[in-house]
């Protein structure tokens, strides 16, 4: 299995609670605020489902606050005639005597309030700023859509289509947008000659599929490669225990001599569990050790691990990296449209999840979500901001699915409704519910698939 350090298990769980309660709440109070104003009666607001383990009641509303013991969602309960009798003086406030126009600003609400939180999230992050890695192509295997047209290693992605990209956090979505819409797209580099080159990407049949994307496009990242020389030792780990310290530099293991650090790394990850003879220089003097490489598991299976980081020189990320940032008045113009984008991003995956060009696989659970929660905790506010960003637009976008027991499906009866004149029969919402219910079921089904599958391997 993933072996996955206590602490890291702890900040992980830790920073999932916080962003899901917190997207809960606002999704939920969503719901809550919009009902109150229009006069409909509150009786409950429940973060997370089940058996309340903690409630308060509110003397001056009566509105029943609660915490409940299943995490994985929330609930706003409303005085509605269905659910039970109600008395002939509050049967003004009651949900279902309202008129179907605020009953669907009440339903809508919820995702809206995710929308919003998004584009709160973004605009804080965009007025912060953050370093993110230019779009420096790096190698471009042959045979690549990037190979045919004559891009190569080293030249700086400029813009696609119409939008200035500025980092590789601006190219990847770009990408994915122009794959889905499998157009030829205009791809402006600047080259290491300093002159800017148009090429044309066609990308007329090219998967939208993250995970295969990017392979057919021969478009990466470049390594941006150190001396094979230790940075840093973890403790309790095969190089501490042999005795390796910051500052050795690592001149063959087994009589393998290495260039890079990252030549050395793939080799440490080829021999797990292997006792190993590591030669080094410390001080001028050169130094044998043997090291017991310790075996672990991720998702490509069993790798080897020496428990060691490399030196990195001051300012070596330096002139790699640019900071994004706008002004306050700027940034909400580009909080609005990250968040546009994003929701069209994730509802045009969804479709081409449907039709099966793009794996079940890209559909996580919360126990992927609580480890990429984890990561972004210890990255920085501004990492776990965008993270809560994508979160909420998510939220938003597959509660407005037109699936019974979701937002969208009560949207949808309400829409009904509207054509019809009359609101859709007890005994069909009833089916809708259990069908909603099994679809729900499924996707949750799966979701906890892929979670296991990548702990596992």
Known sequence: ??????????????????????????????????????????????????RPIWTRV??????????????????VKMLD???????????PMAFNVHPVWKRICIVAAGPGANVLLAIAAYWLVFIVGSAALRPELGPVPDGTLASDIGLEQGMIVTRLDDHPIQSWDELRPRLIEA????????????????????????????????QRLFDRLG?????????????????????????????????????????????????????????????FERDGASLTRVVRLEQREDETGAYGYLGAGPFVPEGFYAERRVQVRYGPV????????????MSALTLRMIGRMLTGDVSVKNVSGPLHIAEYAGYSAQAGIVTFLS?????????????????PVLDGGHLLYYLVELVKGSPISESVQAAGQQIGLLLLFMLMSLAFYNDISRLIG
């Not at 999932?16 to 607001?45: P, Q, S, T």
């Not at 797209?185 to 599929?209: K, N, Q």
């Not at 700027?330 to 984008?341: D, F, K, L, M």
């Open 1 to 50: 299995m993933l072996d996955l350090p206590f602490a890291n298990v702890v900040l992980s769980a830790a920073a999932f609670i916080v962003a899901l309660g917190a997207l809960v709440a606002f999704h939920e109070f969503g719901h809550f605020w919009v009902a109150r104003r229009l006069g409909v009666k509150v009786l409950r607001y429940s973060i997370g489902f089940g």
């Open 58 to 75: 509110s003397p001056k509303t009566g509105v029943e606050y609660a915490i409940s013991s299943i995490p994985l969602g929330g609930y």
């Open 81 to 91: 005639e269905r659910e039970g009798a109600v008395a002939e003086s509050e049967r």
């Open 179 to 210: 794959a889905l819409a499998g157009d030829p797209v205009p791809l402006e580099v600047r080259t290491g000659r300093g002159t800017t080159d148009t090429y044309s990407l066609d990308l007329t049949g090219a998967t939208a599929d993250p």
């Open 219 to 279: 478009l990466s990242i470049p390594r941006f490669e150190v001396d094979p020389v230790i940075g840093e030792v973890v403790a309790d780990q095969p190089a501490a225990r042999a005795g390796l310290q910051a500052g050795d530099r690592v001149t063959s293991i087994d009589g393998e001599a290495f260039g890079t650090w990252t030549q050395m790394r793939d080799w440490v990850r080829e021999h797990p569990g292997a006792a190993v003879e590591v030669e």
């Open 330 to 341: 700027e940034a909400v113009g580009q909080a609005v449209s990250q968040t546009w984008r």
């Open 387 to 403: 993270f809560m960003a994508i979160v909420s637009v998510s939220l938003g976008v597959l509660n407005l699915l037109p699936v």
